[in-house]
C-alpha cells in the first residue's frame, strides 16, 4: 500500500487500530459487541457497517475528553495534535472494522450452531417434559376391571332359586 503506515492508510488510522489492539478492556468491548453481531445474524457486511460507528464513536468521544483535558495548556507539536478533529485525521473506520472481522464468518457459524443446539435442547426438554406428563398420567389413571361374573350355581342352589318362566311358544298360521 503506497502511502501507508505499518500497513494502514495512514498514520491516523494505525494509531486507532493500535489503540484498540492494545487494551485489553476495549479489545472485550469489541468481542462482545461483534459477538452480539453475530448472534443478531448479521452479514459480514452489516457488521462492517455496524462497527465502523461503533469505532468512529468512540474516536469522537476520545477526541472531546482530550480536547477537555488539553485545551488550556499552552501551544506545542502534541497539544496542536490532540486538538485536531478526527475528521481532518482521515482515519480509515472500514480498514480498521475489517481487520477486526477477520474470523467474523467462524464466529457467526459458531453462533449459528450454538443457537440451533439451543433450540434443539430447548426442543428435547419441552418434548420430554411432555412425555413425563403422560407417564405420569397414565399411571395415575384407573385401570378398568372387568366386571364380575356370578358365581356359578350348584345344584343346591338352582333347586331353591325359582324357575325361570318362559313364554309359551306360539305356533305359526297354516298356509292354504
Not at 492508510?9 to 476495549?26: F, H, I, K, M, Q
Not at 469489541?30 to 460507528?53: H, S, V, W
Not at 495548556?73 to 482515519?91: E, H, K, R
Not at 418434548?127 to 407417564?135: E, F, I, L, P, Y
Request: proline share 3%; glycine share 8%.
Amino acid at each position: 500500500m503506497s502511502g501507508g503506515y505499518n500497513g494502514w492508510r495512514n498514520r491516523a488510522t494505525w494509531c486507532v487500530a493500535l489503540w484498540y489492539s492494545n487494551d485489553e478492556g476495549l479489545m472485550d468491548y469489541m468481542n462482545a459487541t461483534i459477538q452480539e453481531f453475530a448472534e443478531d445474524g448479521m452479514t459480514k457486511g452489516e457488521a462492517r457497517g455496524e462497527l465502523m460507528g461503533v469505532i468512529e464513536s468512540d474516536v469522537n468521544r476520545m477526541y472531546d475528553d482530550c480536547f477537555d483535558a488539553v485545551e488550556h495548556v499552552g501551544g506545542g507539536f502534541a497539544t496542536d495534535l490532540l486538538l485536531t478533529s478526527p475528521d481532518w485525521l482521515d482515519i480509515d473506520y472500514y480498514h480498521i472494522a475489517d481487520s477486526m472481522l477477520e474470523d467474523y464468518d467462524e464466529i457467526r457459524s459458531e453462533s449459528l450452531r450454538g443457537s440451533a443446539k439451543a433450540a434443539y435442547g430447548k426442543t428435547k426438554a419441552v418434548t420430554q417434559k411432555g412425555v413425563q406428563k403422560a407417564k405420569a398420567g397414565a399411571s395415575k389413571a384407573k385401570t378398568k376391571v372387568a366386571p364380575k361374573k356370578a358365581p356359578a350355581r350348584s345344584a343346591s342352589n338352582r333347586a331353591k332359586a325359582p324357575a325361570k318362566k318362559t313364554p309359551a311358544k306360539k305356533s305359526a298360521p297354516r298356509r292354504r
